[in-house]
Structure formats: structure tokens, C-alpha cells
T-cell receptor, first 111, second 112 residues
Framework: DAKTTQPNSMESNEEEPVHLPCNHSTISGTDYIHWYRQLPSQGPEYVIHGLTSNVNNRMASLAIAEDRKSSTLILHRATLRDAAVYYCILRGGRGAQKLVFGQGTRLTINP | DAGVIQSPRHEVTEMGQEVTLRCKPI?????LFWYRQTMMRGLELLIYFNNNVPIDDSGMPEDRFSAKMPNASFSTLKIQPSEPRDSAVYFCASRPDRGGLFFGEGSRLTVL
């Protein structure tokens, strides 16, 4: 499985944008980039995923570098409820089911 | 939609006892995953099923662990005999044909 690298922790302030980086220099052409988050005492929660183009949904935006060796999860206006561990994961193309979680980035939001 | 349902939410047992964790996936999802989470090792994939068939069990720690999916709406993860190092939160997740995984709230297992 291709590996991802994320900072162990990040801190931001409430109502400000947050940019969570992820490096995946060994990504293959068919790997999708997935982001999940885990709030305290809960199971992981799907956030967003993409292949090549930038993606937006109600939770966040995903910006993917042109060479696909890195990506950034963008929370446009952080709230205290966004404090969680955020995981960046690569998943192979259609038919590849495994999602292997790394250590993720622990995001702290200051009031 | 009730989401992925796991039971029990908490289990405390003594070493050597059999433990059975249960999972009801979201209706219509054709893949099911069992993960284990500890502080030391993070989230580990134990096994996953596709259309009720085990596809990859390479993450199952040892023969004491077994998982079954007798039908599309039910799966079990069994540990026999249990050991203190099995203490962890066990998550079940299901996935439709396309899209992300939906996780349950987890079963917290403590083996004394």
C-alpha cells in the first residue's frame, strides 16, 4: 500500500480556515485520496475523497496537487466540533477495498 | 437510516473467556470491515468481506480470532480464548459499491 505522511498535530482558531496537508509521493495513477476524521470516543467518519480534480462537499474541500504527490484538506471555517484526528488514506482503484489508516493529524481548535 | 450497529458497546471479561462481537451493516452495503484500535497501534484492519465472502484476513492477529458473515445483514468477530492484549476498541464498518466507509460506534473490550 502506498504510504501517506501527515503532521502529528495542528492547532487553529475557531471560525478560521484550516489547511491539513498530506504527502503521498508514491501514489499510483489509480489511487484515490480519501480523508476520514475521528472525533473523540467515536468511530471514524468519511469526509471526502478525490482522484485528480479538486473536490468540494458540505464538510470540506480537497485540493490535490497537479502531480498528485500531495493534497490538502480544507475546513473553510473551523468550529470546536471539528476537533478530531484527521486521516489521509490512499485506496486503489475500482475493486480495491482496503483502507489502511496511518496515525493521522490531531487537530485542536481554540475558542 | 440506523447506521452500522455494533454490540455490545462495552464488554469486560476475564482472560481465557470467549468473546463475540456483533455487527449489523447498513442495508444495501456489500462490503464489511472489522478494525481494531489501540493507543499503541492505532487503527488496524483485521478482515474484510465482499458480498459476504472473506476477501482478506491477513490482519487477523492469530488463530484465536475468527470472523464470519453468514448473511448480508450480520457479522461476528470471535476471540477464543481472549487475552489481556486483546483489549481494544473494535470497529465494524460497511461500504456501498462506491463511496466511503461508514463506521459503527465500536465495541470496547477489556480483558482482565
Amino acid at each position: 500500500d502506498a504510504k501517506t505522511t501527515q503532521p502529528n498535530s495542528m492547532e487553529s482558531n475557531e471560525e478560521e480556515p484550516v489547511h491539513l496537508p498530506c504527502n503521498h509521493s508514491t501514489i499510483s495513477g489509480t489511487d484515490y485520496i480519501h480523508w476520514y476524521r475521528q472525533l473523540p470516543s467515536q468511530g471514524p467518519e468519511y469526509v471526502i475523497h478525490g482522484l485528480t480534480s479538486n473536490v468540494n462537499n458540505r464538510m470540506a474541500s480537497l485540493a490535490i496537487a497537479e502531480d498528485r504527490k500531495s493534497s490538502t484538506l480544507i475546513l473553510h471555517r473551523a468550529t470546536l466540533r471539528d476537533a478530531a484526528v484527521y486521516y489521509c488514506i490512499l485506496r486503489g482503484g475500482r475493486g480495491a477495498q482496503k483502507l489502511v489508516f496511518g496515525q493521522g493529524t490531531r487537530l485542536t481548535i481554540n475558542p | 437510516d440506523a447506521g452500522v450497529i455494533q454490540s455490545p458497546r462495552h464488554e469486560v471479561t476475564e482472560m481465557g473467556q470467549e468473546v463475540t462481537l456483533r455487527c449489523k451493516p447498513i442495508s444495501g452495503h456489500n462490503s464489511l470491515f472489522w478494525y481494531r484500535q489501540t493507543m499503541m497501534r492505532g487503527l488496524e484492519l483485521l478482515i474484510y468481506f465482499n458480498n459476504n465472502v472473506p476477501i482478506d484476513d491477513s490482519g487477523m492477529p492469530e488463530d484465536r480470532f475468527s470472523a464470519k458473515m453468514p448473511n448480508a445483514s450480520f457479522s461476528t468477530l470471535k476471540i477464543q480464548p481472549s487475552e489481556p492484549r486483546d483489549s481494544a476498541v473494535y470497529f465494524c464498518a460497511s461500504r456501498p459499491d462506491r463511496g466511503g466507509l461508514f463506521f459503527g460506534e465500536g465495541s470496547r473490550l477489556t480483558v482482565l
